[in-house]
């Protein structure tokens, strides 16, 4: 649909477009020849008519007519015009942080001191307004932008910096439309907390402001290196070694300001408020304070960024690194259409390896992709040679660095199924055992490797300061690309494709599946820590087996966190221990007056139990045995199950949370 007009106003040209709205340049017109130049935001036609798009719209056009701050766009109006959408605000004559960073970045230059300063300092100015803005009633709202980045960063002529676009925006009076589990905002620019999708308060905004700044005194991105993946583990771990690396010109105190606001724990971060003072201190200091605007507004005009054009070039300002904005709609599939993945697909013919085996066999030709499965599955016989595209000799794979990766990787080396070298303590998986063993570790707070093995199929579970950390399997079923398949988040057909493509991604099959289009990044990135979570609890479904704790070993995998804790997920693994193995691990008590331990209340909370568990822990006084409880439960009309009253008890008993006579 074409627009000559929205309403009173006057379309000249589109502006950009996002993916939800599109932004056009038009003038109000009125009588006497009263004419005044907008900038109209629109709701984008394909989601006119969805609801939440339309809420979403609504509730920004509701918090952005509170904001009134000369560092936050204004607002004029909004309306409705043959069923579409629309707001009037103000219109910035300039150009963007992300359109600077480019340009600097090109010319292999860095923004200098007092205007970059002087971004931050106005932006932190309008963040901290927003954050500490009340309603009528003087009770916060509670703001947080969520989408801090360089294209929401506008520079007009004279310099002046305007916050703009809260469609993502969090405030206590919007439908919590956005609290869907999905991430918001643009790759690069997160806050950790996002990144793992936690509850973001007003700190997250800091943080990607803190972003911006380094990457103006750096000129270049703080967290870009690698996939799209890899971007986002940088993110959560909060890795500052472009900063470190390109910020060696930069002033201690700057550069003391920059970890302080790239604190990984939100509480250690300033707000706002205290960043503008921090900010303005500096700039006192070094004599800039003041001078910041007309520096921006000279260097954007030596830069040629001051539009010099009747009507600028449309453009989408994608900001810095070409960032991947996060889709609104994450519950839309991926895609998945044939033509366009094989359309991505080298033409290139695929590597081949043929296999030497001890005894003198040869196997071959043998895919790319099924060497590595056959690598992370432990089926590669030791001092098995192998030789590429019967090009060469034969060779250890160690000597293929597309190999290397795999061979390399402590995690991912399977020897034969027994004890491991050094182990401390060991004993039987029957009966339920293993959770007494992981209670140990995580209540403890060590740091090992939890060996398990019954006939070929091997599992560790490592734990970094009792927090389960990585989970490495030899379980063909617990592959990522299985997992993914039996999750429905990809079909059997791209998972093929994306295998045929792991060369070009260095074997990293999340690499492939994200550089195809067949995965989001934040999908990926959710789906990998619930494969880590299943391949750690499906381990308290094992029957039997063997299982050996190496105190201090560690991986050197990246990893991606888990969501509940180490206490939150012993109560998940109680959950999936099968009733048998319970009813062996509860026979011993099956006569023996139970009593909750001394101290135990209190620690109850850590775990999170059903409110049902924790009344029948906290009612065993010692007048009766695990029978009697059970028989108790049994004859009151709204008592537990069978199976809640012994998984209640065994999960108290394995974790030290009652004791028998």
Not at 86 to 115: I, N, Y
Not at 295 to 312: N, T, V
Not at 459 to 486: C, H, M, Q, T, W
């Amino acid at each position: 649909m074409v627009f000559d007009a929205l309403g009173p106003y006057r379309i000249e040209h589109r502006l950009a477009a996002g993916g939800m709205a599109e932004v056009f340049v038009a003038r109000r017109l009125g009588p006497h020849g009263f004419q005044k130049r907008v900038a109209l935001k629109r709701i984008l036609p394909q989601h006119a008519r969805d609801a939440e798009f339309v809420g979403m719209f609504i509730d920004e056009a509701r918090l952005a007519a509170r904001l009134e701050h000369p560092g936050i766009v204004s607002v004029f109006d909004f309306g409705e015009h043959d069923g579409a959408l629309f707001m009037a605000m103000e219109m910035v004559d300039g150009t963007t942080v992300g359109r600077l960073l480019r340009t600097v970045s090109s010319r292999r230059e860095t923004v200098p001191l007092g205007p970059a300063l002087h971004v931050a300092l106005e932006a932190a100015s309008a963040l901290a307004y927003a954050h500490e803005l009340t309603d009528e009633r003087g009770k916060p709202l509670h703001i947080v932008h969520r989408d801090v980045s360089p294209a929401n960063l506008l520079l007009d002529r004279r310099g002046r910096v305007k916050l703009t676009d809260f469609g993502i925006a969090r405030c206590r009076t919007t439908t919590q439309r956005t609290d869907d589990g999905h991430i918001r905002g643009k790759l690069g620019y997160m806050s950790p907390e996002q990144v793992v999708g936690d509850e973001v308060d007003a700190k997250s905004d800091v943080f990607t402001l803190g972003v911006v700044l380094a990457e103006l005194l750096i000129a270049e991105p703080l967290f870009s290196a690698g996939a799209d993946l890899e971007v986002l583990l940088q993110i959560r771990n909060v890795d500052l070694t472009s900063l470190r690396r390109a910020g060696t010109h930069l002033p201690r105190d700057v550069m003391s300001l920059l970890q302080w606001v790239l604190t990984a724990d939100p509480e250690g971060r300033p707000s706002a408020a205290r960043l503008e003072h921090t900010l303005r201190d500096i700039l006192t200091r070094r004599g800039e304070l003041g001078r910041g605007a007309r520096g921006l507004a000279l260097l954007l005009e030596r830069l040629d960024l001051i539009p010099r054009q009747s009507k600028p070039e449309e453009d989408d300002d994608a900001a810095g690194r070409p960032t991947f904005l996060v889709e609104l709609d994450e519950s839309a599939p991926a895609p998945s259409n044939t033509r366009a993945l094989l359309q991505r697909l080298s033409v290139d013919p695929p590597a081949t390896y043929e296999l030497r085996f001890l005894d003198g066999g040869i196997e071959g030709p043998v895919a790319y992709a099924e060497m590595v499965r056959r690598i992370v599955t432990g089926e590669l016989p030791v001092g098995t040679k192998v030789r590429k595209d019967q090009s060469a000799e034969f060779m250890s794979a160690h000597g293929m660095p597309e190999l290397r990766r795999y061979l390399d990787s402590k995690a991912l080396q399977w020897g034969p199924s027994g004890p491991p070298r050094g182990a401390h303590r060991r004993g039987m998986l029957h009966g339920g055992r293993l959770l007494r063993q992981a209670h140990a570790i995580v209540d403890g707070r060590h740091t090992g490797a939890l060996h398990l093995w019954d006939g070929p199929r091997q599992k560790r579970i490592y734990y970094r300061e009792g927090r389960p950390d990585f989970v490495a399997s030899n379980i063909e079923a617990e592959l990522l690309g299985a997992f993914l398949v039996d999750t429905g988040e990809i079909m059997p057909m791209e998972l093929e494709m994306a295998l045929a493509m792991l060369p070009r991604y260095g074997g990293r099959l999340g690499d492939a599946l994200v550089g195809l289009g067949i995965l989001r990044p934040m999908t990926l990135f959710h789906a990998v820590s619930a494969q880590v979570r299943a391949r750690y609890l499906d381990a308290f479904r094992w029957k039997s087996g063997q299982w050996a704790y190496v105190a201090g070993e560690e991986h050197q995998e990246e990893t991606i966190p888990l969501r509940e804790d180490g206490h939150e997920l012993l109560l998940q693994a109680a959950r999936m221990t099968e009733p048998e193995q319970m009813g062996v691990a509860l026979e011993p008590l099956a006569n023996q007056p139970l009593s909750l331990r001394p101290g135990a209340p209190p620690r109850l909370a850590t775990y999170r139990l059903p409110r049902t568990w924790e009344q029948l822990l906290v009612g065993l006084d010692g007048s009766v045995t695990a029978r009697g409880v059970l028989a108790r439960e049994l004859s009151r009309p709204d008592g537990l199950a069978v199976e809640e009253v012994q998984r209640a008890l065994y999960f108290a008993v394995s974790c030290d949370l009652i004791d028998a006579a």
